[in-house]
């Protein structure tokens, strides 16, 4: 299967505690996004990246957040200091250069913070 | 990014065709209006993307009326299978300077009976 892939699937962490996810886009495309979405609501976008350049962020993106993509491939969402706030579904999408609108998503990690 | 509006849920049965109208009255000259739906656990998938008047897939049909201030995401003869969120996008995504980032609304949850 050569679909974005994200891991884990679940992460169950304490307050306080540090967690990171990771994604692995479809290998051609160049943009890589993150969403998180919240029960009953549609995924919120967090950030971008065109290769390894980080182009846009979210106001949601607080400074307890960070996002990476070393030489433009997989990436990785860091959350410090987690809160019960932060519990959600975090979803990864990947598109070409010249995708437009059509992301593909992977499977998105599911963060429960107690 | 034009706003969209969606009835928050719809029922049909087995066999039914659906359609699932969204209106966008602020749309704007450039945008393009695009569907995604979701399963359960799983992240969103792109479906059906229009400009104006019809368009059809193996999926569904979108039908967009010349002043373009709503469209309807038509699914035929729906299955057990289809039930799952529909979400309604508009947005200049082709724009070179627009990041792709896609707005969610809440979307419509269909809930196929048998």
């Known amino acids: 299967d050569t679909g974005v892939s994200q891991n884990p699937r679940h992460k169950i962490t304490k307050r306080g505690q540090n967690v990171t996810f990771r994604c692995d886009p479809i290998s051609e495309h160049n943009r890589l996004y993150w969403y998180r979405q919240t029960l009953g609501q549609g995924p919120e976008f967090l950030t971008y990246?065109?290769?390894?350049?980080?182009?846009?962020k979210s106001r949601l993106l607080s400074d307890r957040f960070s996002a990476e993509r070393p030489k433009g491939s997989f990436s990785t969402l860091e959350i410090q200091r987690t809160e019960q706030g932060d519990s959600a579904m975090y979803l990864c999408a990947s598109s070409p250069e010249t995708g437009g609108n059509e992301q593909f998503f992977g499977p998105g990690t599911r963060l429960t913070v107690l | 990014l034009a706003k969209t509006t969606q009835p928050i849920s719809m029922d049909s049965y087995e066999g039914q065709e659906v359609n699932i109208t969204c209106s966008h009255n602020?749309?704007?000259?450039?945008?393009?209006i695009t569907w995604y739906q979701q399963f359960p656990s799983q992240g969103p998938r792109f479906i059906i993307q229009g400009y104006k008047t019809k368009v059809t897939n193996e999926v569904a049909s979108l039908f967009i009326p010349a002043d373009r201030k709503s469209s309807t995401l038509s699914l035929p003869r729906v299955s057990l299978s289809d039930t799952a969120v529909y979400y309604c996008l508009v947005g200049d995504w082709a724009g070179s300077s627009n990041t792709g980032k896609l707005i969610f609304g809440q979307g419509t949850t269909l809930q196929v009976k048998p």
């Open positions: 602020n749309i704007a000259t450039n945008d393009y």
């Open positions: 990246f065109q290769n390894e350049a980080q182009l846009e």
